[in-house]
């Protein structure tokens, strides 16, 4: 073996070894959090400064979202609703909002924080779940519409126009608090871990322990067992949100009546959609936020209008939907990047044919 090689040689074992040294460093922590099992990875010296750090972050965020408690920002909207007095907010809360009403501009009110009074009524994933008669669907309806809630960037206050209104931030702050917990990984020097919060919203930061970018399970939609997969996904050094019709439903007659509504028929959105997938990459600002917030705007839109939307995005932002045909529709080189797919799933290729 010459000099060069053995120099070479040398490098390679030096990194193998540095490289299974970060491993023992790994941190992992589970804690039931905004609603979910939230479970934090990490690898570095600082990995369980980080760790403990995001868990209080996170229920920092949780208090303010939380609409059972009283002192919650959400909550307080709700209380003042109709009166006319303008709510000062945490900018964590006014920021979720304002981007909230961006993205219902944009899709035309798919997405709508002011949704809350249909959750309440239709109370799916809680013991009093049903369908709600037509009357009572109206009058919750009436209290529902984006363009009630109003903003003031300057004073980062919020009202809503009517008594009864309230939003509901189920479709967006876990991705809002993966980005923060992001950043705190970032402040503590960690490169290698996994933000995962129940599995909805993640981000996959640098490789695993096997050195490899972190495999992401896709949850197969129409399995019970929810370690059924649909496919893997590698993912590195990016966010990932998944919502389904599968969450949280009930089902009555033929009908499976879910936890996304769509705000325009009040009732839970028959959009053809039945999961949808968006990975938005590092170098889309609140990547975290706007891959949760999309995957429930485009289940709203279902499978062509939500295409159709995603290819006008961020160029670091893909998809896949799955309809209830069990096909797949994708955006960017998600067809060609997901591993294992299930043979119950066939890509859709827009042109009328399947693959
Ligand atoms: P999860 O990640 O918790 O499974 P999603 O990201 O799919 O949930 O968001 C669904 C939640 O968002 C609902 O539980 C409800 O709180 C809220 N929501 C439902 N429909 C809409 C909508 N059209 N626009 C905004 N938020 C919604
Ligand atoms: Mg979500």
Same mark, same amino acid.
């Given at each position: ?9 040398? *490098? ?22 905004? =609603?979910?099992?939230? /479970? ?7 990995? #369980? ?42 900018? &964590? ?26 959750? =309440? ?9 049903? !369908? ?5 669907? +109206? +009058? +919750? ?5 984006? #363009? ?12 809503? #126009? ?34 995962? *919060?129940?599995?909805?919203? %993640? ?36 966010? %990932? ?39 938005? =990459? ?13 995957? /429930?705007?485009?289940? !709203? *839109? ?7 939307? *995603? #290819? ?7 998809? +896949? ?18 591993? &294992? ?15």
């Amino acid at each position: 073996m010459g000099k060069r090689q053995k120099m070479a040689a040398f *490098l390679l074992i030096l990194i193998v070894c540095l490289c299974a040294g970060c491993g023992e460093q790994q941190v992992k922590k589970s804690e039931l959090i905004l =609603d979910t099992a939230v /479970t934090l990875t990490a690898e570095g010296a600082d990995a #369980q400064a980080a760790i403990d750090e995001s868990m209080a972050r996170l229920k920092t965020i949780d208090s303010m979202v939380n609409p059972n408690l009283p002192d919650s920002d959400v909550n307080k909207l709700a209380q003042l609703a109709g009166t006319g007095k303008w709510v000062s907010l945490q900018p &964590e809360v006014y920021k979720m909002l304002a981007t909230a009403q961006d993205y219902a501009v944009k899709t035309n009110g798919a997405f709508d924080v002011t949704t809350k009074p249909l959750v =309440d009524l239709w109370g799916i994933g809680t013991d009093h779940a049903k !369908v709600p008669s037509p009357v009572e669907l +109206a +009058a +919750a309806q009436k209290l529902v519409g984006w #363009q009630k809630l109003e903003l003031n960037e300057e004073k980062q206050a919020a009202r809503l #126009q009517d008594k009864g209104m309230g939003v509901d931030l189920g479709g967006i702050a876990k991705g809002f608090a993966v980005d923060e917990v992001r950043k705190i990984y970032a402040k503590y020097g960690i490169e290698n871990g996994l933000i995962n *919060l129940g599995g909805s919203s %993640l981000y996959a930061l640098g490789v695993n322990k096997e050195q490899t970018a972190w495999r992401i399970g896709i949850r197969h939609p129409r399995k019970e067992d929810a370690q059924e997969k649909m496919a893997v996904l590698p993912l590195k050094d990016a966010a %990932l949100s998944t919502s389904g019709d599968y969450e949280r439903f009930f089902e009555a007659g033929d009908v499976r009546y879910h936890h996304i509504f769509d705000p325009r028929t009040g009732r839970p959105a028959q959009s053809g959609a039945i999961s949808v997938t968006i990975v938005a =990459d590092s170098s889309v600002p609140d990547g975290g936020m706007l891959s949760d917030l999309l995957t /429930t705007a485009v289940f !709203v *839109l279902g499978p062509e209008q939500g295409i159709h939307f *995603l #290819q006008t995005m961020h160029h670091g932002i893909k998809g +896949a939907i799955i309809d209830g045909r069990l096909q797949l529709w994708t955006t960017g080189d998600m067809a060609k990047e997901m591993e &294992e797919v299930s043979r119950d799933f066939q890509f859709w290729q827009g042109s009328g044919e399947l693959q």
